[in-house]
Structure formats: structure tokens, C-alpha cells
């Protein structure tokens, strides 16, 4: 089934219609190569038509995540960013800190964190909106270089 019969079909079950400014906004999703912002996404309908508010692309995205259509990253400095799922398998995103790469991992490597945390804590994970925030390798690498170098120069000045 296509992303749009499954919006379709969605929408319907809950009383909605599938209006030209929600097709615009799925559209926008199919065509963006990485993850965007909302405001990002706006930009993108108004350069279509000037006729979508920015409230109708917020509960359009809010609707397609809701349908496990859209995964929202929380990218920290950036905000919230929606990366679109269509049919694929949700997975879960890595954002860097440092320098705001998004890197998307297969749930399958969460699963046994995401169990051992029912069975202890009874705590069950949604797993179609995790983010884990952390530093990527190259941001890791620069770091590990400044305190090395931090480290030497303290030494000298100390010496």
C-alpha cells in the first residue's frame, strides 16, 4: 500500500478529509533529503502555494506521525525535525550535540534495552519517536584532540 493510500485510509478512519493542503505537505515529505523543521517544511509549501498556514502544516505533521508516516527527531538546538517514514521500517535517530548530524539506526539494536526496561522498570518504549542524543565519532575525535592538547599545554605552562 502507498504512503498516500495509508494517509487516505487514516484520515478517513478518524472522520478526516484529504485535503489539497495536506497532500502539499505529503508531497513536500516524499521529495526532502533529510530531515527538515516544521518551518523548513513551511517554507517549502509556501514556495507552492500561499494559501497553507503554518498551523495547517503543524497538524498535517502532527496527523502523518500519528500514522507512523513521519518520525520526529528531537535534534536538540534545532528542534524538532520530521523525517519521512512512508511505508519504510521505523528506526531509531542518533543526533550529534556537537554538530547536529542525524544519523538513523534500525530499532532492532534498541529492542533488548526496550525490553529490559519493561521487564525491570515496567516501562515501555514508543519507539517510533527515539531520539538519543550523545557526540558522533568526528565530533568525538575533535574533542578527545582539544583536551589532549589542553592537557599538553597545561603541562608546559605548569613546567
Known amino acids: ?11 478517513k478512519k478518524k472522520g478526516y478529509r484529504f485535503t489539497p493542503q495536506r ?6 515529505m516524499h521529495h526532502l533529503d533529510k530531515p527538515a ?30 500514522f507512523g508516516l513521519v518520525s520526529v527527531i528531537d535534534s536538540g538546538e534545532r528542534g524538532h525535525l520530521y523525517e519521512h517514514l512512508g511505508t519504510d521500517k521505523p528506526h531509531l535517530h542518533l543526533a550529534c550535540e556537537s554538530c547536529g ?4 539506526v534500525d530499532q532492532e539494536a534498541f529492542l533488548p534495552f526496550a525490553e529490559y526496561l519493561a521487564d525491570t522498570v515496567g516501562f515501555e518504549v514508543s519507539l517510533q ?31
Request: glycine share 2%.
Open 101 to 104: 548530524k542525524i544519523f538513523a
Open 23 to 28: 497532500e502539499i505537505v505529503l508531497e513536500i
Open 1 to 11: 500500500m502507498s504512503c498516500e493510500q495509508l494517509f487516505l485510509e487514516e484520515l
Open 129 to 159: 519517536s527515539t531520539t538519543i542524543q550523545g557526540l558522533c565519532s568526528a565530533c568525538r575525535e575533535k574533542a578527545h584532540s582539544v583536551a589532549v592538547r589542553e592537557q599538553v599545554l597545561e603541562e608546559t605552562s605548569s613546567n
Open 37 to 66: 523543521s516544521a518551518e523548513e517544511i513551511f517554507a517549502h509549501v509556501q514556495e507552492i502555494t500561499k494559501t497553507v498556514d503554518k498551523s495547517t502544516v503543524y497538524r498535517t505533521l502532527d496527523l502523518l506521525q500519528e
